[in-house]
């Protein structure tokens, strides 16, 4: 089964920026709405942004003004421009469907420093 592959993340200062992204299967990519979700130790994964196949978006009210989801059709790709990152912002970042979800990938680790 083709995997969700995240990238984008690493060490970053409180206050700066990183850009993830994250590679669906076409057959799913192209039907669904898809979310950027994050787990802190310990913790169930969060849903923290959506973005649907018209392109609306949807973002839980702990990042909205400082992330960003934004899709590309053609790569099949979703991306999350993460601006202003707060420590507590440091979680590891995985991207799914927003529904009946996909097998899950590895994430992509997004550490802030404050």
């Known amino acids: 089964q083709v995997q969700l592959v995240e990238s984008g993340g690493g060490l970053v200062q409180a206050g700066g920026s990183l850009r993830l992204a994250c590679v669906a299967p076409?057959?799913?990519?192209?039907?669904?709405?898809m979310g950027w979700y994050r787990q802190f130790p310990g913790k169930q994964r969060e849903l923290v942004a959506t973005?649907?196949?018209?392109?609306?978006?949807n973002y839980a009210g702990s990042v909205k003004g400082r992330f960003t989801i934004s899709r590309d059709n053609a790569k099949n790709t979703v991306f999350l421009q993460m601006e202003s990152l707060k420590p507590e912002d440091t979680a590891v970042y995985y991207c799914n469907i927003v529904g009946v979800w996909y097998q899950w990938g590895q994430g992509t680790r997004v550490t802030v420093s404050s």
């Open positions: 076409g057959s799913i990519f192209s039907r669904n709405a």
């Open positions: 973005i649907y196949i018209g392109g609306a978006t």
